[in-house]
Nanobody, 133 residues
Framework: VQLQASGGGLVQAGGSLRLSCEAS????????IGWFRQAPGKEREGVSC????????YYRDSVKDRFTISTDSAKKRVYLQMNSLKFEDTAVYYC???????????????????????????WGKGTQVTVSS
């Protein structure tokens, strides 16, 4: 599995960006895919994830009502629409995937918001998002 993230950049506070993650080599139907971020000096944190099984989603509290995760019809791309960006959203954003979430009984909030990020099976290279205040 390969994950290729793109769409980062420099934006003023209040602006918008859309991140895109292209997934290739997926041969299974049961997985969670989403976005994590790491700011300088901080731990990596789950931002938003979506289930391949039922489309259920998770958003961390600080991005609710501002960020929207979605996938294309073939589920080979996952997007993160980020609106009303804040300085504190500045970070390197990573696309990540965890396999067999339904088989293992994991909920999307658990995968994205509770489990340590290194539990994810696959990672893409990060894309920098910088929000100027």
């Amino acid at each position: 599995v390969q994950l290729q993230a793109s769409g980062g950049g420099l934006v003023q506070a209040g602006g918008s960006l859309r991140l895109s993650c292209e997934a290739s080599g997926i041969t299974f139907d049961d997985y969670a895919i989403g976005w994590f971020r790491q700011a300088p000096g901080k731990e990596r944190e789950g931002v938003s994830c979506i289930s391949s099984n039922d489309g259920s989603t998770y958003y961390r509290d600080s991005v609710k009502d501002r960020f929207t995760i979605s996938t294309d019809s073939a589920k080979k791309r996952v997007y993160l629409q980020m609106n009303s960006l804040k300085f504190e959203d500045t970070a390197v954003y990573y696309c990540a995937l965890l396999v067999y979430v339904r088989f293992r009984g994991y909920s999307i909030p658990t995968v994205c918001g509770v489990m340590p990020s290194n539990a994810m099976n696959y990672w893409g290279k990060g894309t920098q998002v910088t929000v100027s205040s």
